[in-house]
């Protein structure tokens, strides 16, 4: 992709086909977790915890995986009312934002237990490790502490950078170096501030007939609600 000025913005980072989603780009802050989940089906447990806070992909990831192993997905609050072994029919699951409060530990319990002798895989997703979470059933906070935790880390710079390069290119909108520096220096360590800014600025430039420059991008986050645009919602 050219910039206005000639210059080649390089998207140098390792990716892959999210299978039906953006691709996932691949830095420091996340590389260790995404080994790890390309080990499967060879993991050395049937259950591991994704840890990670908002922003920082997890959900991202865990649907990489999802598609991968052909999971089924429950949200965490919703096991009380389901009926457990048909969870586990295709093999895999994936439990999201499994520290809720109101967590059925019994279910979640039997759910590893059945994993185990079915040689089924679940991976929890949270935004704290399960060592910290309040449980009140001792069996089960024994056998959470007892599976592996991949944690990832907030964005760092190089892949803030190849998420903002892949999202204005997504957008065939040409860019120069500087506008995605100064982008880079201006939002919150979190993809989806990333996501959400740039869908305002191919908006905003849309409607305005308007070329993305360096004093463009100044004025669109001059002029947004940063606290509702930059929220803590996952991607």
Request: net charge neutral.
């Amino acid at each position: 992709m050219k910039s206005p000025r000639g210059r080649q913005l390089v998207l140098d980072l390792p990716h892959r086909s999210a299978l039906g989603r953006d691709d996932f780009l691949v830095s420091r802050s996340n590389a260790e977790a995404v080994a790890l989940i390309d080990r499967w089906p060879s993991w050395p447990t049937t259950a591991l915890a994704l840890v990670g806070h908002a922003g920082s992909g997890k959900t991202h990831l865990a649907e990489v995986w999802r598609r991968m192993s052909e999971a089924k997905i429950i949200a965490a609050q919703a096991l009380a009312r389901s009926d457990i072994p048909p969870l586990l029919a295709e093999g895999a699951l994936v439990i999201e934002d499994a520290a809720v409060t109101d967590l059925d530990e019994r279910a979640l319990f039997h759910l590893l237990n059945l994993a185990r002798e079915q040689n089924a895989f679940i991976l929890l997703t949270a935004q704290e490790p399960p060592a910290t979470w309040r449980l009140k059933l001792p069996d089960l906070a024994s056998r959470l502490k007892a599976i592996p935790m991949i944690r990832l880390g907030l964005p760092d710079d190089d892949l803030l950078r190849g998420v903002i390069v892949k999202l204005f290119a997504d957008r065939q909108i040409s860019v120069d170096e500087a506008v995605v520096s100064y982008i880079l220096t201006r939002i919150p360590r979190a993809l989806a501030a990333a996501r959400a800014l740039l869908a305002e600025i191919d908006r905003r430039a849309l409607e305005e007939k308007a070329e993305v420059t360096r004093n463009f991008v100044a004025r669109v986050l001059r002029e947004l609600d940063q606290g509702s645009l930059f929220s803590d919602d996952e991607i």
